[in-house]
């Protein structure tokens, strides 16, 4: 199922500044939230020898920098969320499509290289992997694209079969070649499975409200909002 999206509702959907899960996923880990820290740090510290050597004409412009700058670890991860939503919201077509799971299997992914000395003074790089599930989704059409996420233990649940819904865009009016997609949403076991979150939840269970109200009790119709904190405790399939 292949339903047009308004203009003003995708907008909502992605929004322009950071949602909450955005932020979050951008906040990273306490090492990201320390090299930030670092980061504001010297700012704030290269501005105030600038600042100096400037002299009191310069003043005012400093301490708006200082302020700026002793607040990166603040900022930063809206900035980024910012960056990384305005990539498809560039995109001028959008649909909500609703179809199911193809396959599900496991990979590991290197999310991270990094360089390091060893005892002898050799320089190694050493690969930081991940594992991920992936689900191939797809419709009677055929297959659609790839979904991964970390691998969690709420994934054991999934399995070929079962409904999937997400927002599809494209630069191409039919939504035939240079496809995007969001991250994903199993109604069944309310849970959302993607790398970065891109929708707002509240929105786009409003959308789905909006949808069965509109298309009634057709059998493809996205079942009613799941109620919040519910699970499943099916076993791992894969």
Known sequence: MLIPITREKFDELIPLIASAEQYQYYWGKTEDFLRRALIS?????????????????????????????????????????????????????????????????????IVRTQEEVDKLGRLLKVENRERRINIDVGDKLGYLAKIQAPVEPSHRSLKPGQAVELLVLSSNRNLDRNIQV????????????????????DVFWDVREQLRYRYGKSKNNPPPRPRPGSRSRRPLRF
């Open 41 to 109: 740090f010297v700012l704030v510290v290269l501005i105030f020898i600038v600042g100096s050597i400037l002299g009191k004409g310069a003043e005012p412009i400093r301490l708006i920098s200082q302020i700026v700058g002793g607040l990166y670890w603040f900022w930063s991860p809206i900035y980024s969320a910012s960056v990384q939503n305005a990539r498809y919201r560039r995109l001028p077509y959008c649909c909500f499509w609703r179809g199911k799971i193809l396959d599900v299997y496991l990979t590991e992914e």
């Open 182 to 201: 969001t991250d994903a949403y199993i109604p069944r076991f309310n849970l959302w499975l993607g790398l970065y979150p891109y929708l707002r939840r």
